[in-house]
């Protein structure tokens, strides 16, 4: 079940980055950090090369289609995480115009992005509750030794290079996360060093 696990570590990955954002989003509320724009648009550009490019891919071919093909007691909720999937250009979008729209105007755009990243991140939440609690139980029941097979190499083949964020407690580690997000972002965002700049 290596698909299982890769699936799961990338999403305590992709909540910890989440939950680092909100973070630093409080202490710039607060009055106690300055927003830093190239640390934003980093953020921005590894949701859209990643959870939305690289991993929904994944579960749509190397553990939806086949769970199709065992059983039909996920039809519905298949059906409504693959249209979700397909409206990742929706939300990247919105998400990136709402930043942009601050960074040209800091005093009174930080309420408009504060409010579409809410929003982005209770859209995870839900979307991977719900395929942790729906899903992946029938994945375990209905796969079988072929279709792990199959799973295990499309997930083996792209890993979440975010991995890792996460000190040994489950705490996350907010300095290595940020550092990673602008390593890996392509420029003028970040430094272009890491998976994530663009082919």
Same mark, same amino acid.
């Given at each position: 079940?290596? /698909?299982?696990?890769?699936?799961?570590?990338?999403?305590? @990955?992709? *909540? !910890?980055?989440?939950?680092?954002?909100?973070?630093?989003?409080? $202490?710039?509320? !607060?009055?106690?950090?300055?927003?830093?724009?190239?640390?934003?648009? !980093?953020?921005?550009?590894?949701?859209?090369?990643?959870? =939305?490019?690289?991993?929904?891919?994944?579960?749509?071919?190397?553990?939806? +289609? #086949?769970?199709? /093909?065992?059983?039909?007691?996920? @039809? =519905?909720?298949?059906?409504?995480? %693959? /249209?979700?999937?397909?409206?990742? &250009? +929706?939300?990247?979008?919105?998400?990136?115009e709402a930043l942009n729209t601050y960074?040209?105007? #800091?005093?009174?755009?930080?309420?408009?992005?504060?409010? +579409?990243? $809410?929003?982005?991140? =209770?859209?995870?939440? %839900?979307?991977?509750?719900? $395929? %942790?609690?729906?899903?992946?139980?029938?994945?375990? %029941?209905?796969?079988?030794?072929? &279709?792990? !097979?199959? *799973?295990?190499?499309?997930?083996?083949?792209?890993?979440? #290079?975010?991995?890792?964020?996460?000190?040994?407690?489950? =705490?996350?580690?907010?300095?290595?996360?940020?550092?990673?997000?602008?390593? *890996?972002?392509?420029? #003028?965002?970040?430094l272009g060093l890491g998976p994530y700049?663009?082919?």
């Amino acid at each position: 079940m290596q /698909a299982m696990r890769i699936l799961l570590d990338e999403h305590q @990955s992709l *909540a !910890a980055i989440i939950h680092a954002i909100r973070h630093m989003i409080r $202490e710039i509320s !607060a009055g106690k950090l300055k927003p830093d724009f190239k640390l934003l648009h !980093a953020m921005v550009h590894y949701l859209d090369a990643y959870p =939305e490019k690289k991993h929904h891919p994944k579960e749509d071919e190397f553990l939806f +289609a #086949p769970l199709r /093909a065992r059983t039909d007691k996920a @039809s =519905e909720v298949l059906d409504r995480l %693959e /249209a979700e999937h397909a409206t990742s &250009d +929706a939300r990247i979008a919105a998400l990136s115009e709402a930043l942009n729209t601050y960074e040209a105007d #800091p005093a009174n755009g930080f309420v408009a992005f504060n409010e +579409a990243f $809410e929003k982005y991140a =209770e859209f995870y939440r %839900e979307h991977m509750m719900l $395929e %942790e609690r729906e899903v992946l139980p029938l994945i375990r %029941e209905c796969f079988t030794d072929e &279709d792990w !097979a199959f *799973a295990n190499a499309g997930f083996e083949k792209s890993q979440d #290079p975010m991995g890792g964020t996460r000190r040994g407690s489950g =705490e996350e580690d907010f300095g290595r996360i940020f550092s990673k997000l602008v390593e *890996a972002a392509p420029a #003028p965002i970040g430094l272009g060093l890491g998976p994530y700049k663009d082919d």
